[in-house]
C-alpha cells in the first residue's frame, strides 16, 4: 500500500493506524503547499482533489478521506483492535467519534490556518473550539482512551489534529485530562515512529 501524506497534516491519523497495525506500506510525501511528490510528479495527477491522505492498495484501487482510510487499515489487522467489528454498536460508536473529530474539530481548525480569515472570525472559531474540547475533556473522565482502555483508530485522529492547537493559538492549558491523553497517546511506540517518519520529532 502507498499512503500519501503531508507532514503533520491530517494524513498523520492514517500514518499512525498503519504503524499500530503493522502492515506494509510506503509513505510518500505530498506536501500541501506544492503538490509536488520528492520525484516532481504533479500530486494532482495522483489525487485530483490535491489534498492528503490518499490511500493506494496493492491492486491500484484508491481510497479516500481519513476516517474511511483509518477504518480499513484497522480491518486489515482485526487481531490488533483498532476498531470494532462490523456491526456491533461499539463499530457504531467508533464512527460517531470519527465524525465529531472530522467535523467538529478538524474543521473547526481550518479557519485558522487560513490567511483570508479575519481576527473576528479565528476567534470565533477558537471559542467554537474550545466548547467542543471542553465536552471532549469531560468524555475522557476516567478513561485511558476514547473508547475506554484501548487505544483505536479514533485516538489517531484526535491526536492528530489536537496536535494543530499551539500553532494556531488554542490554548489546551483549560483541558488537563486532554493534555494527560495526548501524553499517552504520544508516548506509544507506533506514534513515535509515524511522527519520526514525517519529521515531527527526532
Request: aromatic content about 10%; glycine content about 10%.
Amino acid at each position: 500500500m502507498k499512503l500519501y501524506y503531508s507532514a503533520g497534516a491530517c494524513s498523520l491519523s492514517p500514518h499512525i493506524a498503519l504503524e499500530e497495525a503493522g502492515l506494509a506500506y510506503q509513505a510518500i510525501s505530498a506536501p500541501t503547499k506544492t503538490h509536488k511528490l520528492d520525484d516532481g510528479t504533479d500530486y494532482y495527477s495522483i489525487n485530483p482533489l490535491g489534498y492528503v491522505p490518499l490511500l493506494v492498495l496493492d491492486d491500484g484501487t484508491s481510497l479516500r478521506e481519513g476516517p474511511a482510510i483509518v477504518q480499513y487499515i484497522a480491518d486489515q489487522a482485526p487481531q490488533k483492535g483498532l476498531a470494532p467489528a462490523n456491526g456491533t454498536l461499539a463499530r457504531y460508536q467508533l464512527q460517531s467519534w470519527l465524525n465529531f473529530i472530522g467535523t467538529e474539530l478538524h474543521k473547526g481548525f481550518s479557519p485558522l490556518f487560513s490567511p483570508a480569515s479575519s481576527d473576528e472570525v479565528k476567534a470565533a472559531a477558537r471559542d467554537r473550539l474550545g466548547s467542543r474540547l471542553k465536552w471532549v475533556e469531560g468524555e475522557l473522565t476516567g478513561k485511558q482512551y476514547l473508547m475506554g482502555e484501548h487505544f483505536t483508530v479514533a485516538d489517531g485522529y484526535l491526536f492528530t489534529v489536537t496536535n494543530w492547537a499551539p500553532r494556531v493559538g488554542v490554548d489546551l492549558s483549560p483541558f488537563p485530562g486532554l493534555l494527560a491523553y495526548r501524553e499517552r497517546v504520544g508516548a506509544r511506540p507506533a506514534v513515535m515512529a509515524a511522527m519520526r517518519a514525517e519529521g515531527l520529532i527526532k
